[in-house]
C-alpha cells in the first residue's frame, strides 16, 4: 500500500514542459517527433536502413566454451570455414546453377 500512495507524492514532483525548455533543447539540436512516426515498425525500418552495411557484413564466430582453448576453436574455424556472411550467401543464391 505504501507504494501506490508514495507514487501520488512523487508524481506530484514532476514537471511540466515549459515553452523555454523545448526551446533549449531544440537550440541543442534535440527535435520533437509526431507521434505518429514513432511506431516500432518505423522504428524498426529506419535502424535497419542506417545499419544495412553492418547487418549484412557479419560474420558468426563461435567463442570458446569454459573448458575450450582459443586454439582449438581457431583450428576448427579454419578446418570447416562454413561460415558465412549473409552477403556471400545472397551472391551464392544469385549464382545460376550448373546443370550437368
Same mark, same amino acid.
Given at each position: 500500500?505504501?507504494?501506490?500512495?508514495?507514487?501520488?507524492?512523487?508524481?506530484?514532483?514532476?514537471?511540466?514542459? !515549459?515553452?523555454?525548455?523545448?526551446?533549449?533543447?531544440?537550440?541543442?539540436?534535440?527535435?520533437?517527433?509526431?507521434?505518429?512516426? *514513432?511506431?516500432? &515498425?518505423? *522504428?524498426?525500418? &529506419?535502424?535497419?536502413?542506417?545499419?544495412?552495411?553492418? *547487418? !549484412?557484413?557479419?560474420?558468426?564466430?563461435?567463442?570458446?566454451?569454459?573448458?575450450?582453448?582459443?586454439? &582449438?576453436?581457431?583450428?576448427?574455424?579454419?578446418?570447416?570455414?562454413?561460415?558465412?556472411?549473409?552477403? !556471400?550467401?545472397? &551472391?551464392?543464391?544469385?549464382?545460376?546453377?550448373?546443370?550437368?
Amino acid at each position: 500500500m505504501t507504494e501506490v500512495t508514495s507514487f501520488r507524492y512523487e508524481f506530484r514532483k514532476t514537471k511540466r514542459w !515549459e515553452e523555454e525548455d523545448v526551446n533549449a533543447l531544440k537550440q541543442q539540436g534535440v527535435n520533437k517527433r509526431d507521434p505518429s512516426e *514513432l511506431t516500432l &515498425e518505423k *522504428l524498426g525500418e &529506419e535502424i535497419i536502413e542506417k545499419n544495412q552495411d553492418s *547487418l !549484412e557484413n557479419y560474420e558468426n564466430l563461435r567463442i570458446p566454451r569454459p573448458w575450450e582453448d582459443q586454439s &582449438e576453436v581457431d583450428f576448427m574455424r579454419q578446418k570447416n570455414r562454413q561460415v558465412k556472411s549473409i552477403k !556471400e550467401i545472397k &551472391e551464392d543464391h544469385k549464382k545460376p546453377a550448373v546443370a550437368n
